[in-house]
């Protein structure tokens, strides 16, 4: 048995029962009428800013992906735009983070580019994602250190430097791979059964032909900028929101804010529900000295800015399209069929 999304029904029931147990784990820690009262005080203004600056960075996301997808083709930027929200609406709504599949396969659906190519293309994006987060993230502990508990400075600093060597290595891997594709598809396909190589060899060179854009210093460069002004535009959400709390929140303490919150994403629940809450609560109490009331209405209204819009709009667009979350589910399993 298979539930909504394809993946079995035990990993849907684990990933739900998983999202409930960490909100209300995140809930039980302060008494909701003190979090009610934070919440009164959010300053409207200062609110609508930070939902516009979360709109615009889903915006550049998805004015980026056209750079990442150039040797693939150039699809128009309203597909862009409504595969990008269509695709983070399903990872809001459906568990397991359906959204990263149902995207790429959508916009290969509605342009005709290559399926391998674009779901290459978001491991490219993530690529750049790590990369951007982590350069932020080492410049901005030092220049965060008057906001942040001491005792933390010495773990997120050696955090940083271990992932970013990390990073080093994992960029020169897929540059080399890209710069030796021939070499590097034989290779792969060499081991396989023979009656399947010449489909993975197609299949190899399409995952590459979704790499391309980091393969030269100048591409690299150019989606480094990009990925620079997605991630400046979450950091000026984080920035506004605090203020509409009232928070003094520096513009380097909330880089550090919103990329070490942004960690609770990890955990595999439907958008991101009680880890990501959890983790910004952690982040403000404990790293900032936020009390934990305000810290708790911060992460709920965080958390409804970065998924509640774009998830709407992203519904609106599969409507518009005639399609169903119902319909988005089968994608993977349609592209499996075609690829055979």
């Known amino acids: 048995m298979q539930g909504p999304s394809g993946a079995p029904w035990w990993k849907l029931v684990a990933s739900l029962a998983l999202a409930g147990a960490l909100l209300v784990y995140f809930l039980s820690r302060v008494p909701m009428a003190d979090v009610a009262t934070t919440l009164a005080r959010i300053h409207p203004l200062w609110l609508t800013a930070a939902i516009a600056a979360s709109l615009g960075s889903y915006s550049l996301r998805a004015l980026r992906w056209r750079v990442i997808l150039k040797p693939l083709g150039s699809p128009r930027t309203s597909d862009l735009l409504g595969c990008t929200a269509a695709g983070f609406a399903a990872s809001s709504v459906l568990p397991a983070r359906a959204g990263e599949v149902i995207r790429p396969l959508l916009l290969s659906a509605r342009t005709g580019l290559s399926a391998a190519g674009t779901m290459a293309s978001v491991l490219t994006e993530r690529l750049a994602d790590l990369a951007t987060i982590l350069l932020m993230f080492g410049a901005a502990v ?27 290595v994992f960029t020169a891997v897929v540059v080399l791979l890209l ?10 396909v060499g081991v396989l059964p023979r009656r399947f190589r010449e489909r993975a060899e197609r299949f190899g060179h399409h995952v590459l032909d979704g790499l391309e854009a980091v393969r030269s210093p100048g591409s690299l460069a150019v989606l480094f900028l990009w990925s620079l002004a997605v991630w400046s535009l979450s950091v000026v959400q984080v ?3 605090a203020r509409a709390f009232g928070l003094p929140l520096s513009v380097p303490a909330s880089a550090v804010v919103m990329i070490v919150s942004g960690l609770g994403l990890a955990v595999p629940t439907p958008g991101g529900v009680g880890g990501f809450h959890a983790a910004i609560q952690f982040t403000l109490a404990r790293l900032v000295g936020v009390d934990v009331a305000t810290a708790t209405g911060f992460a709920l209204i965080h958390h409804a800015v970065c998924f509640v819009p774009i998830t709407i709009l992203g519904l609106a667009f599969v409507a518009v399209i005639g399609q169903s979350l119902g319909r988005l589910r089968g994608l993977p399993g349609e592209n499996v069929s075609a690829e055979r």
């Open 142 to 168: 030092p220049l965060a250190r008057g906001d942040l508990a001491s005792e933390a400075l010495p773990m997120l600093r050696d955090a940083a430097l271990f992932s970013g060597a990390g990073l080093v």
């Open 179 to 188: 710069r030796r594709r021939e070499r590097a598809v034989g290779l792969f």
């Open 239 to 241: 920035t506004a929101l």
